[in-house]
């Protein structure tokens, strides 16, 4: 079981979706999950989270939903989560490469 989750909510943002997955690649800190929630796209968001789950180095979980609302998605990978640590990056955020660490010092 890992020890922290980054959760994002996403609707159609295939585009920007990479700002955070190479960000968490590049984490110094690896005990890490990535729950994807999408909220309905409609573009290859899809498409897009499996080619990062097929190289990722970390666990990717992704859960399509109806649209719903960025609150339910929230509540949704809030009931998923069964880590110590849950942070939300939103679908166009990124990370310094030692925040999980400074975050969890």
Known sequence: MCRVTVFTPTYNRANTLHRVYES???QTYRD??????DDGSTDMT???VEAFSKEATFPVIY???VNSGKHVAVNRAVRMCNTDFFIIA????????????????
Do not use: A, M, R, T
Request: net charge negative; hydrophobic share 40%.
């Open 24 to 26: 968490l690649e590049k």
């Open 32 to 37: 890490f999950q990535w729950i994807i929630i």
């Open 46 to 48: 899809n498409e897009v």
């Open 63 to 65: 859960q399509f939903q």
């Open 90 to 105: 939103d679908s166009d955020d990124s990370f310094k490469p030692e925040s999980l660490e400074v975050f969890l010092s």
